[in-house]
């Protein structure tokens, strides 16, 4: 009876809205750079904002899910929306760390992104948010 929905858009979203993949906003040099494989850590925090409105209307206010076992249940929590983000800013490419590194095969805080890293983050984001969601189950109920 696990969702996968919430699973579904958070590792899409995440692809689509990583900084320096298909756009970076705002970018080093314009408003908005495209396809440009930097960061930095305005542009993390607006595309972390821009992620955090669209998890939450595709599964919050759409509701978008999807059961492997063809049952209905009815998801209105915040928990997907939450662990989303973090991961999201956790593993943005470059904050934190880049996997694997232009120089080296890990590299901190430098700022670059790259296909392949963003190859691993996407992996190491689907990995973690499927065990908080699917197998630990986190739910944050409000109201």
Not at 70 to 94: K, N, Q, Y
Request: hydrophobic share 55%; aromatic share 12%.
């Amino acid at each position: 009876m696990s969702d996968w929905g919430p699973v579904f858009v958070a590792v899409v979203l995440f692809v689509l809205l990583t900084p320096g993949l298909l756009f970076q906003l705002p970018g080093r040099r314009r408003l908005v750079e495209f396809g440009n494989f930097e960061t930095s850590g305005a542009s993390i925090m607006v595309h972390s904002l821009l992620y955090f409105c669209l998890v939450s209307v595709f599964v919050l206010a759409i509701k978008v899910h999807l059961y492997l076992d063809s049952s209905t249940r009815e998801m209105a929590d915040w928990g997907p929306v939450v662990i989303a983000v973090v991961l999201f800013i956790l593993l943005s490419p470059g904050l934190l760390f880049q996997l694997p590194g232009k120089g080296k095969v890990v590299e901190f805080g430098n700022m670059q992104t790259s296909g392949p890293s963003i190859l691993v983050h996407t992996i190491i984001f689907f990995c973690l948010i499927t065990i908080f969601l699917i197998a630990v189950g986190v739910h944050i109920y409000t109201g």
